[in-house]
């Protein structure tokens, strides 16, 4: 079991910048994928970005070269750098742990709100 707790979300102007943190608990962090989704009101949840066990980070193309997602397993921990903000970005963000063999350990954590506004 494995359980995620976001932090780091609130109000920023456009074009500010926020980190974003989520805390992972139990043991085996390196062995998941990471995830960060977004849910606009309205809009149904999107992936964001995702840190995968080995390879590659990936992004959604409405963020990329603007957000940065990265880990450390050291401290069971995975981060979203989001720079360049815009009034779109604002979404409640989601961190997600996925298994990287075992596809049915797949966890949330409870989201962190982000506003986006002058």
Sequence with gaps: QVQLVESGGGLVQPGGSLRLSCAASGSGFSFYHMSWYRQAPGMQRELVATIPVGGRSNYADSIKDRFTISRDNAKNTVYLQMNSL?????????????????????????????????
């Design 86 to 118: 815009k009034p779109e970005d604002t979404a409640v963000y989601y961190c997600n742990a996925r298994h990287f063999v075992a596809a049915d350990r797949n966890y949330w954590g409870q989201g962190t709100q982000v506003t986006v506004s002058s």
